[in-house]
């Protein structure tokens, strides 16, 4: 029961390049949506994060897109950069007792070619 | 020193064995995760904390135990180790009121 999907499972992007990753979710009590990265031989960092109430949120060349209708969710790096080759998490957490037991996609690995 | 330390780094072990995996904390977070990394299968989670009275099964809890010794310690135990437990093994804190979590450097695991 995978209740966050994630895709593409690997992306390559040339320097400069965008690079966009797609999650959607079934359940409708999720309501925050971070994303997480993860370089080799390290555990994920928190990246960006986005609840409902709102359709876009960016820091620096990263942007959440959030489509609530569909159930989806999206990350966008502008200027891609070798230094942002790594995997990438989608997740999400529902509110109530269940406040902040994440669900986690099933990552994407990001290679940036120079 | 890391935030969050989990020992060992990496265990090789016998089909059959027990063994247990270490989380330690200082960032004073009462909740504490464990989530098990599978190429293909993203993170899933194993058990969670919320406090030291507290435990949870997450959806791929069996064969697995846990013990929160303190709010800073809690540990993973693979009671009798099978081959597919083979894996990396994530420990994370997070804070009631701020969703981030903070992870440790994992624990690659291998049952043979």
């Known amino acids: 029961q995978q209740q966050v999907k994630q895709s593409p499972q690997s992306l390559i992007v040339q320097k400069g390049g965008i690079s966009i990753i797609n999650c959607a979710y079934e359940n409708t009590a999720f309501d925050y949506f971070p994303w997480y990265q993860q370089f080799p031989g390290k555990g994920p960092a928190l990246l960006i994060a986005i609840r409902p109430d709102v359709s876009e949120k960016k820091e620096g060349r990263f942007t959440i897109s959030f489509n609530k209708s569909a159930k989806q969710f999206s990350l966008h790096i502008m200027d891609s950069q070798p230094g942002d080759s790594a995997t990438y998490f989608c997740a999400a957490s529902p509110g109530g007792t269940s406040y902040g037991k994440l669900t986690f996609g099933q990552g994407t690995i990001l290679t940036v070619h120079p | 020193d890391a935030d969050v330390t989990q020992t060992p780094r990496n265990r090789i072990t016998k089909t059959g064995k027990r063994i247990m995996l270490e989380c330690s904390q200082t960032k004073g977070h009462d909740r504490m995760y464990w989530y098990r990394q599978d190429p293909g299968l993203g993170l899933r989670l194993i058990y969670y904390?919320?406090?030291?009275?507290?435990?949870n099964k997450g959806e791929i809890s069996d064969g697995y135990s846990v013990s929160r010794q303190a709010q800073a310690k809690f540990s993973l135990s693979l009671e009798s180790a099978i081959p597919n437990q083979t894996a990396l093994y994530f420990c994370a804190t997070s804070v009631g009121v701020n969703y981030g979590y903070t992870f440790g450097s994992g624990t690659r695991l291998t049952v043979v």
């Open positions: 904390s919320f406090d030291v009275k507290d435990i």
